[in-house]
């Protein structure tokens, strides 16, 4: 059976990106954004889950950096510069910014950092809201145009979303070798024990920055999609709740498992919407859903995953041990 689980999930994996693909061609203009939003929010999630998940980094402030990108892209493209052109600026800008923000985190750990990037988080939405000279304060910015792309022009909701899809597919792949590098090991390294890591000859402070900036980097790319996504913004989307909602995710998908963003994202985005059938009651429902998955299994939807595997892996290794262990004695 395990000469055949490699082929199964590569089947699996293109049956998702085809159904992802050809699916929505079938969807209605608001099916098209849900789906345009869980793509975007996934890429944020994908950042967090780099920073907490994968390097041990609390951090209460992607949403900020969600907000950092959207301004960029907002004003730029406003102001006739091309979209791709306003996501370089996005990600330099919070890259940047998430750097300067690693700065406590090499002094500070745990809740004494979720504190310090919370009152980033706060400081961000306070910029976004009162300086309204470059944000637009509290009338945010309107208008702000979807772009083309080699003469086709993606003002409607279906080639949007390709555009959103082709850019989680593009972060997903970079993310994907970036785990796999030396550098992926190494932040998990920090994450298990940061003296350990450090006694192996691991720069731990250049790592922990670099687990803040390139997460942060990944909320400016969603941030950059996620303004013409909506074609205007205000300060509102972008306060400590979107935060909140993105450790959610990756909490729920399985903080430190490389597919937990999506299916966080998934359950984030899209379960509220499948609960709409019961009107009132769907945050109610939806709210006892998490926690009910949370106490169950705090390590998220793939840790239930990840512990069925092993005690199935377990439980083989015990079989074999077992057979060898009756041919020893019938040998004797």
Not at 150 to 172: E, Q
Not at 252 to 268: E, S
Request: charged share 10%; hydrophobic share 55%.
């Amino acid at each position: 059976m395990s000469g055949y689980a490699k082929p199964l999930k590569i089947a699996l994996g293109l049956a998702v990106i085809a159904g992802l693909i050809v699916i929505p061609m079938n969807f209605n203009r608001y099916g098209l954004f849900i789906l345009s939003q869980w793509a975007v929010m996934t890429i944020a999630a994908m950042g967090l889950n780099l920073t907490l998940g994968y390097a041990g980094q609390v951090s209460l402030a992607q949403g900020a950096f969600v907000g950092i990108g959207a301004y960029a892209a907002a004003i730029m493209t406003t102001h006739g510069w091309p979209l791709p052109a306003a996501i370089a600026v996005a990600i330099a800008l919070s890259f940047a910014v998430g750097w300067v923000l690693g700065y406590p985190a090499l002094r500070v750990q745990h809740h004494y950092l979720a504190f310090v990037t919370l009152a980033f988080s706060t400081l961000a939405f306070l910029v976004f809201r009162n300086e309204s000279w470059l944000t637009g304060g509290i009338y945010g910015i309107s208008g702000i145009p979807r772009p083309h792309f080699f003469g086709i022009a993606t003002n409607k909701p279906l080639p949007f979303y390709y555009i959103c899809l082709g850019s989680l597919a593009i972060v997903s792949l970079a993310v994907w070798w970036l785990i796999r590098s030396p550098w992926g090991r190494a932040f998990m390294a920090l994450r298990e024990n940061p003296l350990r890591a450090q006694s192996l000859g691991i720069d731990t402070r250049r790592y922990t920055l670099m687990a803040f900036a390139i997460g942060s980097a990944l909320g400016g790319v969603a941030g950059a999609l996620y303004a013409p996504l909506t074609q205007y913004i205000d300060p509102v989307p972008f306060n400590l709740s979107l935060s909140l909602d993105l450790l959610m995710m990756v909490i729920v998908g399985g903080a430190g498992f490389y597919f937990g963003p999506f299916l966080g994202a998934m359950i984030a985005v899209l379960l509220p919407e499948w609960l709409r059938f019961t009107e009132g009651y769907y945050l109610m429902l939806y709210a006892i859903a998490v926690m009910g998955l949370l106490i169950w299994s705090p390590t998220g939807i793939l840790g239930i995953l990840d512990r069925h595997m092993a005690a199935r892996r377990t439980k083989a290794a015990s079989a074999l041990r077992a057979v060898a262990k009756s041919r020893l004695e019938t040998a004797q």
